[in-house]
């Protein structure tokens, strides 16, 4: 049929244009300009959940707060006191905290993003839209938790007199690190979650076995050095080293560990999409 003719129904009068929505065929295909196109709707989903986080709350905001200054009391009081774990010459508080900062942000991210899409399930079964959407809101929205939470890290450095330096602007690179860490491994949970939903009840044991495998109330400088490379493929490791080197200004880590972390991260995202993908067409099916 040439250009310009319209097609009729047969009653004569022209027919409805449709739409034909087909499953992606490439293992590793992204469609960007989807994603470009649903961004608002990106900005809904981490907007609303927001919302719902803080919703009929008597303090609000304020537990993104509490909840890591608390676990920092905690570990200062067993690990810094009664264990006398190194802290690299830093007051052990704020060594613990400046941890605790990306690893809570870390932990939020995976389990809202392996529940992101049985939470939605409604919306993934009625509704198209590009269902990386929901993982990506997942790991957006723990980041203002995280400015809130670094307000306090910044106050606690002023008390023990530590200056920040020019490193704390390289600081958003590491975040990006704990963000395409925190997206990899929620997309191979999310994906999993929808098909076998007992994924979500392994989830939080997962994620404080992680914690302990990872050196928040330790220093990597603990580690035997021969053990350091391999401990290193913990992508966590890079990102935790990296926020103590911006923000306290610990020794900067040996490059081999550094990019150890780096290649698990990147190892990680790449196949947490090429998982997703292979597993997305069958999501509202199976959802």
């Known amino acids: 049929m040439s250009s310009g003719t319209a097609t009729l129904s047969p009653t004569g009068a022209p027919a409805r244009p449709t739409a034909l929505i087909r499953a992606s065929r490439g293992l590793f295909q992204i469609d960007f300009q989807a994603l470009w196109q649903f961004r608002e709707l990106l900005y809904f989903f981490v907007w609303r959940d927001l919302k719902v986080r803080y919703k009929q709350t008597a303090i609000g905001a304020a537990w993104a707060l509490l909840q890591p200054l608390m676990t920092m009391v905690i570990f200062s009081v067993v690990f810094g006191r009664f264990a006398k774990i190194p802290s690299d010459g830093f007051p052990y508080p704020i060594f613990a905290y400046a941890a605790l900062l990306p690893w809570y942000y870390f932990a939020q991210a995976v389990n809202n993003c392996a529940v992101s899409l049985v939470g939605d399930a409604g919306l993934v079964r009625k509704v198209y839209f590009p269902r990386l959407i929901l993982p990506l809101a997942a790991v957006l929205r723990p980041i203002v938790d995280m400015l809130l939470s670094l307000l306090i890290l910044l106050g606690m450095m002023v008390w023990f007199g530590i200056v920040p330096t020019w490193r704390l602007f390289l600081l958003p690179l590491f975040l990006l690190q704990a963000s395409l860490t925190a997206l990899g491994a929620g997309l191979w949970l999310t994906a999993l979650n929808v098909r076998y939903r007992d994924v979500g009840y392994t989830i939080p044991f997962l994620v404080q076995a992680w914690m302990f495998a990872s ?73």
Do not use: K, Q
């Open 215 to 287: 050196p928040v109330v330790y220093s990597l400088n603990l580690v035997p050095a021969e053990w350091r490379l391999l401990y290193s493929l913990n992508p966590m490791v890079g990102v935790i080293e990296g926020f103590r080197w911006a923000l306290l200004g610990t020794a900067s880590p040996a490059m081999g560990p550094i990019f150890m972390s780096l290649a698990a991260v990147l190892s990680l995202v790449f196949g947490g999409i090429l998982f997703f993908n292979r597993m997305e067409r069958s999501f509202a099916d199976v959802i």
